[in-house]
């Protein structure tokens, strides 16, 4: 078999019209050493945190333009992975002979703040007790309006939460939860039927049916009771309402409203309505 011929470069890179230079030219590998660092930073004030979310609150801490490729490859160099490991206590007791009500909210595109606020408890674990922590949400804005922490699963423990959160002068159109008893309970149904808001819950055993809340809970768990070590029940109040009014309203960012932080998308949202606008959207929750 006859060889190929073989031709100078600088001849082939004259038929071809390409440059000698591209020819030559050797990419050299980017110098991660700085990116490394942004990563890490981030990282550590949100440990709980995937690849897309380091990659927007990079963009936004650091004001780098970095794509999401480049972070995941990098993390995964500083072996950073995001993850954290739940322990799971039961909060929730459906077996009660108050009234159920149905879901109404399956299915529902939920558009402006106070159309649907959720409501869930979560436990905290402290060294000599287990505390309970109630939160009401707002869908829309994914803004915390009311918490309350306590000593036990008792009836104060939400109606307490629900308190703060009408006290700010909000009130939804509907407000979801399961079916646990402290939901269902008479005063606490009293405080939202006072205000003709309309009960919604989920059905037994679907805790999907709650998802919002469900995911709340977990961010709560994943990014500040998992991390925190708690001295006492004082403690924790403290540390828990510093993370839920500063921390996750006005430094969390959340993917669904578009890596804002839910002070920042609801101030958004208004700020672009108009008087029309508003007025609808307030006709959603006056009751």
């Known amino acids: 078999?006859?060889?190929?011929?073989?031709?100078?470069?600088?001849?082939?890179?004259?038929?071809?019209?390409?440059?000698?230079?591209?020819?030559y030219y050797r990419p050299q590998p980017a110098d991660d050493t700085a990116l490394?660092?942004?990563?890490?930073?981030?990282?550590?004030?949100w440990p709980t945190y995937g690849?897309?979310?380091?990659?927007?609150?990079?963009?936004?801490?650091?004001?780098?333009?970095?794509?999401?490729?480049?972070?995941?490859?990098?993390m995964g160099v500083l072996g950073i992975h995001g993850k954290c490991v739940r322990r799971k206590r039961r909060t929730t007791n459906s077996d009660h002979a108050f009234p159920r009500y149905p879901?109404?909210?399956?299915?529902?595109?939920?558009?402006?703040?106070?159309?649907?606020?959720?409501?869930?408890?979560t436990y905290v674990r402290l060294a000599?007790?287990?505390?309970?922590?109630?939160?009401?949400?707002?869908?829309?804005?994914?803004?915390?309006?009311?918490?309350?922490?306590?000593?036990?699963?008792?009836?104060?423990?939400?109606?307490?939460?629900?308190d703060r959160a009408l006290a700010t002068g909000r009130v939804p159109r509907i407000h979801h939860s399961d079916q646990g008893m402290q939901y269902a309970a008479t005063a606490y149904v009293e405080m939202l039927e006072a205000r003709h808001v309309a009960l919604s819950m989920a059905e037994v055993g679907a805790a999907w049916q709650n998802g919002f809340a469900e995911r709340l809970?977990?961010?709560i768990k994943e990014e500040e009771v998992?991390?925190?070590?708690?001295?006492?029940?004082?403690?924790?109040?403290?540390?828990?309402?510093?993370?839920?009014?500063?921390?996750?309203?006005?430094?969390?960012?959340?993917?669904?409203?578009?890596?804002?932080?839910p002070a920042e998308f609801e101030s958004q949202w208004r700020s672009q309505q108009t008087p029309g606008s508003q007025e609808a959207s307030q006709?959603?929750?006056?009751?």
């Open 1 to 23: 078999m006859k060889q190929a011929a073989t031709y100078p470069v600088t001849v082939v890179c004259a038929v071809l019209d390409y440059p000698r230079s591209s020819y």
């Open 36 to 45: 490394q660092t942004a990563i890490q930073d981030v990282a550590g004030a």
């Open 51 to 74: 690849y897309r979310r380091i990659t927007a609150q990079v963009r936004r801490e650091k004001r780098w333009v970095v794509n999401s490729k480049r972070v995941r490859r990098v």
């Open 103 to 121: 879901n109404l909210v399956l299915n529902l595109t939920v558009t402006a703040p106070e159309q649907v606020w959720v409501a869930d408890i």
């Open 128 to 162: 000599t007790e287990f505390v309970y922590l109630a939160v009401l949400m707002d869908v829309f804005t994914r803004a915390i309006r009311g918490w309350h922490l306590s000593r036990s699963l008792a009836q104060d423990l939400t109606v307490t939460a629900l």
């Open 217 to 219: 809970m977990r961010t």
């Open 226 to 261: 998992d991390l925190s070590e708690y001295h006492d029940y004082q403690d924790a109040y403290r540390q828990l309402g510093r993370f839920l009014d500063q921390v996750y309203m006005h430094k969390r960012i959340h993917s669904a409203l578009g890596y804002l932080t």
């Open 283 to 287: 006709q959603h929750t006056d009751p």
